[in-house]
């Protein structure tokens, strides 16, 4: 399935030189994704280097550019991904955003919420898709095994296969956890919205595409304390999904107050808690599982009543 | 990071926000020291942070000197929902003709900022919606755009600030947006922002804000000099303190289990699982601590995170629960040797590897031979032993 961006198109990324930007440059090329620049204005002109394998070994030389304006002149890339560090990270997605870049994945933890605020309203007076931040970004799989997917971020290669499934997440780890129970039937695509109080793109938003998209047999869900992104979801499910959906749920024992980990996973004047959230996706008939692999369990069964 | 009330009030008085004379105080002494400068009546309030102090016996009227240590000797010691009280706060006693509420947060849904206001304060604002929803009202702020005094004045007019109130609301409203953004703070609530003054004398009344509440974003904290100022806010717990210093996320819980894991979806997963194998094995076995190592985790910051939750008198048994997505499992298994080895753990722990080189983690786990040490194959079943193990030592004195 081609989630936010055709397979194949031309992606940059943002703060390659650094030894995210190097590592996690080097895993999408071997997962094929068309990588054709980075941006940094202190090392514009030179090239990074990669070794990868992809069926063979192979290499890359990869022109390091200025500014995305430049990178976009040069290279028509039509999507970006940022491992740009919290300080620097509103001026390079603004950036990106007037280069007209459609699709900007952020896998920067640690922003101020007030920058991605920013950015991610300016982006939709742009029109122009931000995925996360602090999110591990998204992978489609190819419907045919000599192709190729998208990897835009560090969702690792290799844990799961094309199949039926659709999977949205505000987690990184859950999100390959479930990948892995999972793995029996496989994905047409898997999509990490992030673990921040305010992302670009929410669990409302994953459902509407693979709600979309004909390929997508149904839909793994899973979110966590903090704030109500998973009952909107559920409020949209009700009216417009067709799809079964089956959710997982972090944090039932999160004491009020105390951030678990992800800046936006915090229940807050008894609001955001797993129970609510629970509450609110069953009452419109979306099975909760207590476990990622009970919650896999409900998926198997919700696949083979809709196949029956 | 959530402020005390004497911390917030300091950000207000930066803004010009006007407030009562208050002074924090830390012993029975300061407390008394700070009411004879104050003056009588005053008021003793105990510094937490959390809602319904008042309730639960945090907030006292004293009339003289020993009506305000016998006041600060009780408040001081208080635990109020399991949150330990930090020094009180002596404030100014002023007379209270009305009272009213006003927020600015950050809105998740609506990914903006949210002005609330209503003219019945007081009470928490969740008790005030629920009673009188139709007097709260609500004004967006888009992250574009900014917050100026006629848009203020309008909200002001909205709310039902009496007419001799709305130049002075307009001007607060505008003054605590100034305090949300200059300090990258994600709510700032003045309830009550109360009128106070003497009926009868108009020239006496203005509005004071007599309480405050003001979360900042840790997330900028880099813009803010680390908030060292408000250190004293952070981190209570040393182990927690401790963690910070690693870079580690770190919240310290009431339980017997020591959960450590990467990712933070995948470590409160495993909080649940332990609390669900308590709540099924009936013993209450529940998590100790929270603890992310993070992605692509090295084997010093594994060794240092397990450490730190062994050094947790109150933990009884460890669960290690790793799925190697950009974390490589072996690099785990020798932190957790090299921990185990400083240490000399006579603790059990129990370790569940997917993922990423969980095969040769393994092979360097049963290479150590540790009796201590238990490898189970899914999150599940890691979680139950190491619930059972925790109380398994229990049994056994």
Known sequence: MALFLEEGSPVIVQGMTGHQGMTHTARMLAAGTNIVGGVNPRKAGSVASFTFARNQLHTADIPIYATCGEAREATGAKASVVFVPPKFAKEAIVEAIEASIGLIVVVTEGIPVADT????????????????????????????????????????????????????????????????????????????????????????????????DRATEGVMMIGEIGGNAEQDAAQWAKDHMTKPVVAYIAGFTAPEGKQMGHAGAIVSGGKGTAQDKREALEAVGIPVGNTPARAADLMREALNDRRR | ????????????????????????????????????????????????????????????????????????????????????????????????????????????????????????????????????????????????????????????????????????????????????????????????????????????????????????????????DGWKRFASAATANPLERRAKEHGLHYVHLDGQVGVIGNGAGLVMSSLDAVHGAGVAQGTGAAPANFLDIGGGASAEVMSESLSIVLSDPQVKSVFINIYGGITACDQVAEGICSAMDKLNASKPIVVRFDGNAAVEGLEILKALDNPNLVVRSTMEEAAEEAARLAYAGKEGK
């Not at chain 1, 742009?126 to 489609?140: A, D, E, F, S, Y």
Request: glycine content about 10%.
């Open chain 1, 117 to 212: 605020a920013y950015c991610v309203e300016l982006a939709l007076e742009h029109g122009i898709r931000i995925v996360g931040p602090n999110c591990p970004g998204l992978m489609t799989l190819p419907e045919h095994s000599n192709e190729f997917g998208v990897n835009l971020g560090i969702i690792p290669d290799g844990i799961v296969g094309r199949g039926p499934l659709g999977l949205v997440s505000k987690s990184g780890t859950l999100t390959y956890q479930m990948m892995d129970e999972l793995k029996d039937i496989g994905f047409t695509a898997c999509l990490g919205v992030g673990g921040d109080p305010i992302v670009g793109t929410t669990l409302l938003e994953a459902l509407q595409q693979f709600e979309q």
């Open chain 2, 1 to 224: 990071m959530d402020l005390y009330e004497y911390q917030a009030r300091e950000l207000l008085s930066e803004q010009g926000i006007n407030a009562p004379e208050g002074v924090y105080a830390r012993t029975t002494d300061e407390a008394v020291e700070a009411a004879e400068r104050i003056g009588y009546p005053c008021v003793v309030k105990a510094q937490v942070r959390i809602g319904h102090r008042g309730q639960a016996g945090g907030v006292k009227l004293a009339g003289n000197r020993d009506e305000v240590r016998a006041c600060a000797q009780q408040i001081l010691p208080m635990t109020i929902s399991g949150h330990e009280v930090n020094g009180v706060l002596i404030a100014e006693a002023k007379n209270v003709l009305h009272e009213y509420y006003v927020s600015i947060s950050l809105d998740r849904s609506s990914r903006d900022f949210d002005v609330l206001a209503t003219a019945n304060g007081g009470t928490e604002v969740e008790e005030i919606a629920r009673e009188h929803p139709e007097s709260v009202k609500r004004l967006h702020i888009s992250a574009l755009e900014d917050f100026n005094l006629e848009a203020a004045r309008r909200m002001a007019q909205s709310i039902g600030f009496y007419h001799a109130d709305i130049d002075q609301a307009a001007e607060v409203l505008l003054r605590m947006w100034r305090c949300f953004k200059t300090n990258d703070a994600t709510l700032v609530e003045i309830n009550p922002l109360a009128k106070v003054g003497e009926p009868d004398d108009e020239a006496s009344k203005s509005l004071s804000a007599l309480d405050a509440k003001i979360s900042l974003d840790d997330n900028a904290a880099f813009r803010h």
